[in-house]
């Protein structure tokens, strides 16, 4: 009987482990997974976001646009940086908080743009119109010392907490949402020969897998 029961353990064992594997990677990809694209256009040979080679020649954006029966494409933008929080008044400013590592998304906020996710709402992509600001999911506020309307240094520039997800937990990493736009204000959009995975949305969506 103790066997049994050690057997049974340690299936739950690796279940537990798998699932917790599993909801990791997706937690790095649920701004991608929940946008409202059809069909994602990946490097030859790659396998994954991570299959080795994460880019396209940009020229490949125009061809794809050409296809009758595409409605919208984007290439996929982000970065990696440093956040801090500014301290506010009354705050211990004898222990400053470190900066914390955090991954950039950034999306279109355009009319139906193909990389919103389908749950954001019309007043979380108007927040992320403004200039600089940022959106954090509620479980990376404490990580990173900010709340909603908080302005913050993010790689030595000034951003403005304009919006809290729900939906976006990442343990690794704090996750950070902005605009194409104030990414490239920033300095840090993609803006050479080569771009990232291509997300595209189709007239019919149900002729994504011919």
């Known amino acids: 009987m103790a066997a049994v029961v050690a057997l049974a353990f340690s299936g739950l064992l690796v279940l537990a482990q798998l699932g917790m594997f599993v909801g990791m990677g997706k937690a790095w990809t649920a ?6 694209a059809d069909i994602m256009i ?3 040979g790659a396998e ?3 299959g080795g080679g994460a880019s396209l020649p940009r020229r490949v954006m125009p ?3 050409s296809h009758p029966e595409v409605e919208a494409v984007a290439d996929l933008d982000g970065s990696w940086g440093r956040l801090r929080s500014i301290p506010k008044p009354g705050d211990d400013t004898t222990k400053p908080r470190q900066p914390e590592q955090v991954q950039i998304t950034a999306i279109d906020t355009g009319p139906d743009a193909v990389t919103i996710p ?3 709402s019309t007043e979380l992509v108007e927040a992320l119109r403004q200039p600089f600001a940022i959106a954090v999911d509620e479980t990376s506020l404490g990580r990173l ?4 309307g908080d302005k913050a240094i993010y790689n030595g520039k000034t951003v403005h907490v304009r919006a809290v997800l729900r939906g976006y937990p990442n343990m690794q990493i704090a996750s ?3 605009s194409r736009d104030t990414l490239r204000m920033l300095g840090e959009a993609n803006n050479g020969n080569r771009v990232g995975p ?3 949305r189709i007239k019919d969506p149900g002729r994504a897998e011919i």
């Not at 701004?31 to 409202?36: F, L, P, S, V």
């Not at 010392?145 to 909603?148: D, E, K």
Request: without cysteine; hydrophobic residues 55%; proline residues 7%.
């Open 31 to 36: 701004t991608i997974d929940r946008a409202t």
């Open 48 to 50: 994954g976001l991570q």
């Open 145 to 148: 010392g900010v709340q909603l």
């Open 198 to 200: 291509l997300m595209v």
């Open 42 to 44: 990946l490097p030859p």
């Open 118 to 120: 389908s749950d954001y």
């Open 63 to 65: 061809m794809v646009w």
């Open 176 to 178: 950070v949402v902005m």
